[in-house]
């Protein structure tokens, strides 16, 4: 089988697994919350914003000097989280991304380090979309991004693609759409990060918390469905849609060091055993 007939495999594998442990949702309805963007056949990487900029009646906007992945922190104000009392580096950071710059160090656990490798090969590096490294020496040189803002009818941010690649190679890693969102049934908007795949998706909700010093929690804990954590969403042709909650778990802490530097730690935990370590330093643009 040549390689191109391999992934189509397994590409079509996977949908059919999660339609298989999925259940049924109704995105235009009760399910609307997992309602995110697609792309087609072929790699993802930017792929998928100028149709979903179309199918929410907006534009693609390139042009975003100092764009950030929120265009206020406030728009997660709620019953846990009030973005007065974060730290305004922090702050400025989520809301100005673009004006950032990033260097970034992984690790992973020996126990989880061959599965992610084998993932990275056979989906992430072909389909060029979470294509997680597996090696310290993969992001060396360093990692670079760019922010572009889809707008509505009306001109407002109505969601941002944040695009990574490596600088070495300019091979995607993250393609991903970032918004707030509010389950249902809660008083605290998250974080909704949604990665897009041919013909469904992998969606993150974070919830958002503050510390004592004005860092930054992003969490997506164990729970049930509906609550903050991490889906696969899977569509068919003739509209149906099938949702999966996934044992994938992950904490971000967003803080200024001693020396005044930002910084985030990131964990990734399947189940309750640590998968993986990445660790950002942040400096402007």
Not at 234 to 255: I, K
Request: charged share 20%; net charge positive.
């Amino acid at each position: 089988m040549t390689g191109g007939r391999l992934g189509r495999a397994l590409d079509l594998g996977s949908r059919a697994w999660w339609r298989l442990v999925g259940r049924r949702v109704d995105l235009d309805g009760r399910h609307q919350w997992l309602d995110a963007p697609t792309c087609g056949p072929g790699p993802v990487g930017a792929s998928w914003l100028t149709a979903e900029a179309k199918r929410v009646g907006g534009v693609v906007r390139e042009d975003v000097a100092g764009g950030g992945l929120l265009s206020s922190m406030s728009l997660l104000d709620g019953a846990g989280f009030r973005a007065a009392e974060l730290d305004q580096t922090v702050r400025h950071f989520y809301e100005h991304t673009a004006s950032w710059r990033m260097e970034v160090w992984a690790q992973w656990s020996a126990r989880f380090q061959p599965g992610g490798e084998l993932v990275s090969r056979l989906f992430g590096r072909r389909v060029q979309q979470l294509a997680l490294p597996t090696r310290p020496l993969d992001v060396a040189h360093g990692m670079d991004s760019r922010v572009v803002h889809i707008v509505d009818a009306h001109g407002d941010q109505h969601a941002a693609g944040w695009l990574r690649t490596l600088s070495a190679t300019g091979e995607f890693v993250y393609s991903g759409c970032y918004s707030a969102r509010l389950l249902p049934g809660s008083d605290q908007p998250s974080v909704h990060v949604a990665f897009p795949l041919e013909s469904g998706n992998v969606q993150v909700f974070l919830r958002p918390s503050i510390q004592a010093d004005g860092s930054l929690v992003l969490s997506s804990p164990p729970g049930v469905f509906g609550g903050d954590g991490a889906y696969v969403v899977v569509r068919d042709g003739g509209g149906g849609a099938w949702a999966a909650r996934v044992p994938l778990h992950e904490r971000f802490h967003v803080y200024r060091d001693h020396r005044g530097v930002l910084r985030t730690d990131h964990e990734l935990r399947v189940y309750r055993s640590l998968a993986l370590r990445l660790h950002y330093r942040l400096d402007p643009a």
